[in-house]
DNA sequence: AAATAATCCTGCGGGC
DNA sequence: TGCCCGCAGGATTATT
């Protein structure tokens, strides 16, 4: 399940390996994702030179100058090198290939994105809504509070609202308001400054003890051909109701929010 | 304006 | 053993 620390350390582990080549091919198995993929596609990437890789929210893009190439990861989607000629398997979606390597993009759910975006520094219009990155300077305790002031739902769907803030998945929702203290039921607006403050420097804290879980494996992330292909931080609360607290004992407690699985502990989180 | 529900899709685990 | 059901997840869209 790519949240942004997945999709950071899949951009740090390709960029070294693909951006400075040269396309000489690309592949499409799949006529559509959660969009329609472009129909010449693959006929106008190959020739192309790879600039760059950036990140924006969970969506990649890869920068040929004269457009970019969008990819998101979706829920079940990654981005793996293999050698060339290495048959796809099933779900194998898409490959770009270059001299020396090829990316493989498999998602057995389908949920990802695969656009482009022609001409010189155009913002596709999938990132004109999106909200703050959490891992800048801008986002900041100040900043939180400010923005839920007007937010009577709970914290938790606001925290993983890609319109205020970018990348912050179920998974790290959770966790982030157990390092916080903060109970995921506690309306955004009725959170103190002081809180907000704990809070902002949770998710960071959470996020980037993330990518660096995965910085260390970051070979090993993009070069595997198996494996689940994720690797989050050992959870303190998700997916373990009715287990202790590692910090009280208490049984960790679980409900639905907006639709998704929350967890925490209802004697730290207040 | 904000909040919620439905939607896309496949794989997997539980229950019978 | 195998089928059915529910659930998992991100973000868009539609609906209150």
Redesign the pocket.
């Known amino acids: 399940?790519?949240?942004l620390p997945e999709v950071e350390v899949s951009r740090r582990g390709l960029e070294p390996f693909i951006a400075g080549r040269t396309v000489t091919a690309a592949v499409l198995r799949t006529p559509r994702l959660?969009n329609d993929i472009p129909e010449g596609l693959t006929a106008l990437l190959p020739g192309l030179h790879l600039q760059a890789i950036h990140r924006r929210?969970?969506?990649l893009l890869f920068d040929f100058g004269c457009g970019q190439l969008l990819l998101?990861l979706?829920?079940?989607g990654s981005l793996r090198l293999v050698p060339p000629g290495t048959p796809p398997q099933?779900?194998d979606h898409f490959d770009l290939c270059f001299p020396d390597t090829v990316m493989r993009f498999r998602d057995?759910?389908?949920?990802g994105v695969l656009d482009w975006l022609e001409g010189l520094g155009q913002q596709h219009p999938?990132l004109n809504?999106?909200g703050i990155e959490p891992l800048t300077d801008d986002f900041s305790g100040d900043w939180l509070y400010q923005a839920t002031r007007?937010?009577?739902?709970?914290i938790k769907?606001?925290l993983?609202d890609?319109?205020l803030i970018?990348?912050i998945?179920?998974?790290y929702a959770s966790e982030s308001l157990f390092l916080a203290g903060i109970s995921p039921l506690r309306a955004?607006c009725r959170i103190g400054r002081e809180r907000c403050e704990r809070l902002a420097g949770a998710v960071k804290e959470t996020l980037a003890a993330s990518i660096a879980a995965g910085g260390s494996s970051v070979r090993d992330y993009v070069h595997s051909d198996g494996g689940a292909g994720c690797f989050q931080l050992q959870c303190a609360v998700?997916?373990r109701a009715g287990t202790s607290c590692t910090h009280c004992g208490t049984p960790i407690r679980s409900t639905?929010?907006?639709?998704?699985?929350t967890y925490w502990c209802p004697c730290c989180q207040t």
Do not use: C, T, W
């Not at 057995?108 to 949920?111: G, T």
């Open positions: 399940m790519p949240e959660r929210g969970k969506y998101h979706g829920m079940s099933k779900h057995p759910r389908r949920f999938l809504a999106l007007a937010r009577r739902a709970p769907p606001v993983m890609a319109h970018v990348g998945g179920n998974i955004a998700y997916d639905r929010q907006a639709g998704r699985s």
